[in-house]
């Protein structure tokens, strides 16, 4: 458990896999903030996960503990796939859910922004660390 927004950076930068066990689910927003630590995440196929990851990044399994231990003793075994699945989930996190691609869809979702010209982006959410992140 963490204090403040600032602590979830180093609290992924511990993690190898996200484990996403959900039976139901909208958009579980975790699994974006592990994609832009480079983290792969197997998840159960709930909400958008099916369109967040590919055979790249993570896995989608079924709702068993026995389909989970698989996959991840699968990425134990191979480290390889694992460090190449960091630099994907790090890749596709960048390029398709940055501020530049979802802001638009939340705004054509809600429409205008009270008639206001809209803010600029916080600086924080324009620039990602690069990958791998490194760890103090």
Known sequence: IWHNHDDIPNFYKELDIFLITSFSEGTPFVAYEAGASGIPIISTNCGSMPEFLTSNNGFIVESKIEAFVDKLNYLYEHRDVLQQMKTNMYNRTLEDHNYK???????????????????PPKPSLTKLPPYPVPVE
Request: no cysteine.
């Open 101 to 119: 691609t979802v802001f638009p869809y939340w705004l054509n979702l809600f429409g205008e922004y009270n008639g206001a010209p809209l803010p």
